[in-house]
């Protein structure tokens, strides 16, 4: 893109009816609006535009439905109790994104701009972020391939598109320990493969393992495939384990996802001083300090739980409960602090929060 | 499925322009007819239909573009010097999708019915299938997740469609040897993953290796993931090796396709008693038997190129060249033979053809 691109916006008259904040699902509900941008081989990335929530018109040979090259983020907006609306550290999903498509062999986005569409995306749709306690706008931006062609290659057309969805908890129970089961028989990826990436072949493939699991697992914890002995992440989660007074996190290998909350608690963590180690830790390690008393706590990290702590870990009909099944006090903390930034009630000592400014209806300049 | 479905036909009043044999690329053009068919919890898989080609209107939330939950088949239909129209061995590509729904959490189609399915339709677009040597129309079943959720879940709505498009060879150049590169850092699959499985995310997967790959390189040949040393498959062929007088092909072991073609090859080679083992190989073994002198051909084998000679095999700098670059005997026979039955031209002594009958416009009954 080597011009200026300007937002071309094409409103809908009315808005659909939103949903109550205490009827929230999550990932079920959209806004009035989208944004949407084209790529060609020959014109780049083209033609943004905000238009109306609409079913896509896709060829049936699309690329994406056959060869699944596709990639997709995830963030969110937050209400203010004055009323701005903030994003939380969402250049890195944008970077992320770019490192998702560099993977996939996407052609890459314009990082700035994509975030400029995003804010005057959320900008305009201001009235759907719904207001209660734990509730927000989750944003996807997300890129197809669309070209018309079977044939194993990276396709030559793209759609880029930015849908919004006002969410609920993701967990209705809040931050209540769950249930996670160590899963001994599928993988999700292996080094070499697509772990890194975003993209939907990763969830594919995660189905099945979930679908085995016993009555109440949440989601299933990941081994590595070469070993399987390695603890890599959960679901849609990366994972913490506080053993003996310091917290331990798989280190990124090349096929766990880098979320942006892991990042953010381990800063958080090396802030207050508390121990943090990224490495290889392996299921041994954790049942062998279960056993001898030292394993404090374990939670998930990630955009849309934020932190959920784990209260029991399942495998091979074992049972291992955590920290009696309650909430540690560092999961806890981190969640009051994230959340807490996120919802502008601290102060943000790490310049994470981007503010969106409102500029309703407003056009967007950006330079490609 | 309980009650007998009948496929609703709903055709357009003047078709396409059909291209010319000899202009015919792989994938490009599709017929003017499509089947389709939905899924949802409540009422199973329901509303069977040929309808003109054209775009599919799929909600930008629809499960296939985020979380990759798709499946596909490909198989191909052939026109005898007779006039006739021929399938070979359908039922296992059925089958076989059925068992990729199984790991992808998709609910399971009738294969008899699909099988109908198929035939009504390629019957009906019978003048789409090219004369010219070589060339078929190629049938591309596939299922996509449709339901508006983001959540990471088995979708509750699908679409099993069937398209068409009529195809030149594969390799425009015929059979004649490929070059095929080694690929060492990008994995496919690993054991416990999707590799079974006829899914888009391990298509995906496997483009970026194919663009890093130095120029002239038709394919890369997959190592397994965990020891990367054993011999997997090609892009889109099971791959054999024949070595001594004996034929090796890596044995199925949950990461790799079980490739219709695979199994005709082993059939075929048992029929005419040359020695034929499926087990583990290595790239070592390979290097070794070809510094012995006892590599006496390469070759892949898939539904799009039949039977793939390879010509060199590159890995690491070091380029090895295989039956001095020509094709090999045993390669070529199964080529000749593979063909003259799809085609009619020779016996079918394994009943592996599947006529279909010229019913255009007929109705079509199935019981679900
Ligand atoms: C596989 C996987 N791991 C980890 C995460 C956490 O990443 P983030 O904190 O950026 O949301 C997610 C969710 O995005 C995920 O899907
Ligand atoms: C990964 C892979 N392996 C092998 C094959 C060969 O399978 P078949 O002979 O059924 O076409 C294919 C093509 O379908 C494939 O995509």
Redesign the interface.
């Known amino acids: 893109m080597e011009e200026e691109q300007v937002i071309r916006m094409d409103l809908c008259s009315s808005g659909k009816e939103k949903p109550q904040s205490d009827q929230l699902a999550?990932?079920?509900t959209?806004t009035d609006h989208?944004f949407l941008m084209d790529y060609t081989d020959e014109k780049g990335w083209h033609d943004p535009r905000v238009v109306p929530?609409e079913?896509?018109?896709?060829?049936?040979?699309a690329m994406?439905?056959?060869?699944?090259?596709?990639v997709?983020e995830g963030m969110k907006a937050y209400l203010t109790a004055e009323g701005d609306v903030q994003l939380f550290r969402p250049q890195r999903n944008f970077k992320r994104m770019n490192h998702s498509n560099d993977?996939?062999?996407i052609p890459p986005i314009d990082e700035a701009f994509a975030l400029k569409a995003v804010k005057q995306l959320v900008a305009l749709e201001k009235d759907w972020i719904p207001e209660a306690e734990g509730t927000s706008l989750?944003i996807?931006p997300?890129i197809?391939s669309t070209e018309?062609?079977?044939?194993?290659?990276?396709s030559s057309h793209y759609q880029f598109?930015i849908?919004l969805?006002p969410v609920g908890a993701y967990y209705k129970e809040g931050i209540n320990p769950i249930k996670i089961a160590v899963e001994n028989?599928?993988?999700?990826?292996?080094?070499?493969?697509?772990g890194e990436a975003k993209?939907?072949?990763?969830?594919?493939?995660?189905?099945?393992a979930?679908?085995m699991a016993e009555e109440g697992i949440a989601q299933v914890l990941w081994l590595d495939?070469?070993e399987?002995k390695y603890i890599e992440e959960v679901?849609?989660m990366n994972v913490f384990f506080k053993i003996n007074g310091k917290v331990v996190t798989p280190a990124l290998n090349g096929s766990i996802l880098e979320g942006v909350t892991r990042n953010s608690v381990i800063q958080l963590l090396k802030h207050w001083n508390v121990p943090i180690e990224e490495r290889k830790i392996s299921m041994d390690e954790v049942y062998q300090a279960h056993k001898e008393g030292t394993l404090e706590e374990a939670f998930g990290a990630g955009t849309a739980a934020v932190i959920s702590p784990i209260g029991e870990l399942v495998s091979h009909h074992e049972h291992l409960e955590i920290n009696s099944g309650q909430t540690g006090a560092t999961a806890k903390r981190l969640y009051d602090t994230l959340t807490g930034i996120q919802y502008g009630k601290i102060q943000d000592p790490f310049d994470w929060v981007e503010k969106v400014e409102d500029i309703r209806q407003g056009t967007l300049r950006a330079s490609g």
């Open positions: 999550f990932g079920r959209f989208m929530y079913p896509l018109t896709v060829d049936p040979s994406v439905f056959h060869y699944g090259q596709s997709f993977r996939l062999c989750y996807r997300f197809i018309p062609f079977l044939g194993v290659a990276p598109i849908i969805s028989d599928y993988v999700r990826t292996v080094a070499g493969g697509t993209t939907g072949g990763n969830y594919a493939a995660s189905l099945k979930q679908e495939g070469v399987r679901g849609s």
